[in-house]
């Protein structure tokens, strides 16, 4: 059987205590993001066969609101409402990643690969 999605989003929402030197990516605009990704997926008729979830901490607090789609294992940050549309577009629906979003390390494993 294959894989019920083709790919799948997940979207830290995780939230710390306020004032933790960590911070988080709920208190960066994590649920606005979620859900926007879940709009522009409905939107382009792309539901059945992409998912969009919210997950626990990805510990990559840093960088956040951070992102990462499977199955390609493609980590971006400091995602934004306004950033969801290129991602959909670009990486979910044409496969290409969104350089400008990716955290360094993914970056670095999109350009050996």
């Not at 790919?7 to 993001?33: L, M, Y």
């Not at 879940?38 to 990805?58: I, T, Y």
């Not at 991602?87 to 955290?103: A, F, K």
Request: glycine share 10%; hydrophobic share 35%; proline share 6%.
């Amino acid at each position: 059987m294959a894989p019920p999605y083709q790919r799948h989003v997940f979207i830290c929402t995780n939230r710390r205590p306020d004032g933790n030197p960590k911070g988080c990516c709920a208190s960066k605009g994590a649920e606005e993001v979620r859900a926007a990704f879940k709009a522009e997926l409905d939107k382009r008729g792309l539901k059945g066969s992409m998912r969009a979830n919210a997950a626990g901490c990805l510990d990559t607090c840093s960088f956040g609101v951070a992102v990462v789609v499977y199955p390609e294992g493609t980590w971006y940050g400091g995602v934004r409402v306004e950033d969801v549309k290129d991602i959909v577009e670009q990486h979910l629906m044409e496969g290409r990643p969104v350089e400008r979003l990716l955290m360094p390390f993914s970056r670095k494993a999109a350009t050996s690969g």
